[in-house]
């Protein structure tokens, strides 16, 4: 008896110890699906994750369905415009029997008013089974979610044993395994309720529809003519009863289903009536965004990142505006900002507005980066010693955009001008101490002394065309040696070393390198002043008001709203207004430019500020023009 009570002890402790060490392999083996700006990490186990972590009873609307769902409004963006809060459960190629039951758990938590449903699948049903899985694995376990497998993988075998075992299909990760599969976490904090910002615009595809995946019969006649005869592709009835599915779900719940298709080329105007059609005759109002790319003011050259299939930040960011006005029109919900209980979406608020503004500030750094630099430079020059030579050349893609800051440092040189020559400039306290250009080899040594009384040796050389570059600070070289320009930035106050620069401008594509950064000053202090353009004598009286991050806001007083880009990245198109949410449509950046002029730069989609016969616009930055940018007058 005894032998027989241990020999069950060890079954049971054997037992637990093996379901143990399968449960911790199938965690751990089981895909986590990262959020990150790489095209294919959009974040399914984040998503949902976070959507679990969401207080219970604070979601105002969700949104279901493929993957233009959370590719088509950012919950963040809307909540900024309106104080509405809302969240992306869909998944790529999310089939409708998925998006019910995802319905169904969100209800477990939240009590939402509105379900938009993305009807993307109500043409096509074909999801993959990767798409399938990412839908269901990150669903936490319940009857619910067997009841999902069930009729989701009915038609795949295979399926539903990876879906109830993940093991089943996973178990040869341990080859690939790594440190993010124990770590189970995004590089930055997941902020955006289930969307995916892609912060790239592609458009590789000249045409208006995309992909569209329909079928033609072509036929050879006697007579040899070739005619080819449209298979219309007709609604998917295992689609069509999971969305009146929904649609009962909702009604026992006091909750608004609103079938959606987001802004997309991946569509046509028949599919669009044959789904109103379908939608009248069960009840449902069709809210369509694709009739709407005009109202919306969706530019498809730079909406989207993938040829018009899906949109990117910039196209969200006016879908999210029009959500938010959508649903306030509705008249059933009112802001939450500032409410209890709703603490965690204002800070979360915050933390998307740092997030969003540092995404769009590098993905700009090309072209701003060196204004930024320079203009720290300049607003600082009198605490600086700023030693410059130049290594080849400087002038055959020199940025007239860029001559206005040199010239207010108190260089003279025309830098076009100085074709392959030698150029060595020193300037102390912003004051021109030496500026010399030569097409022959150049060497300048001299002391010279800071704040302290220290001595310090300055060596600088300048080979034009035969390449040699030297600026060295007692015996240690500081440059960074490459072609076309190179600034060394000392302290003047103790001769310590800074920063060094490189603009390399020896061809049409200017590079910008750097190696430390001078001091960050406001190029306009907060007031009011007078922006005007001289050859159109528009002019236009604004408050400037500097952001914590070095951006503006430009408010007009007497309408109290700021000036936007929200709905304006054509060239040309008019400047608009918005309220402030701390959102990157109404922030500018502003540098100094040429002829005293001021480049005001979009930090939204990167275009500047300008004026023409009608009144204020934005123009694509052109580093080369010599006349860009607009006269800004003080208080």
Known sequence: MKNKILFFTKFIVFLCIFVLLIITASFYLTPYWLYSNDPDDAGESARYENFYDMPQNTIDYITVGASNSYHGVDPMQVYAYSGITGFDLGSPGQPMVCSYYWIKEALKYQKPKYVFVEIGNLVREKSSNEGILKAILPMKASPLKLEMIKYACSKDNELKYTALFPLYQFHSRWKEFSKKDIERKNAEPYLTKGATLRFVSVNGIDADRVNLREERTVTLSSNGMLTAELQELPLNEDAKYWIEKIKELCEENDIECIPTKFPTKNWNDRWSEEAKIYFDSIGLDYLDMTENDDEIGINWQKDSFDNGKHLNYFGMAKTSKYMADYLMSLGKLSSHKGKSGYQIWDADLEEYSAWESKEIFELFDYKREKFDWLNS?????????????????????????????????????????????????????????????????????????DNNGSVHEIHMKSGGAAGDCEIQIDGSERSLDKTGMNIVVINKEDGEYLAAANLDSSSDDISFEKSGSPEDSAILENGTYTIADEESGVAMKLSIIRNDDGSYCLRDDGIGYYLSTLRSNKDGDRVGFETDQNLAVTKWRIYTASNGRYLIYSQYNGMVFAADSSGFCIKELDLNSDNQGVKIYGN
């Open 377 to 449: 430079l300049l607003l600082n020059k009198d605490k600086y010693l700023i030693l410059i030579t130049v290594k080849k050349d400087v002038s055959a893609g020199w940025p007239e955009s860029l001559t206005g800051v040199f010239e207010k440092m108190g260089l003279e040189t025309d830098f076009s001008a100085i074709k392959q020559q030698s150029y060595i400039a020193v300037i102390d306290s912003g004051i021109n101490k030496a500026e010399i250009s030569n097409p022959d080899i150049m060497n300048y040594d001299f002391d010279w002394t």
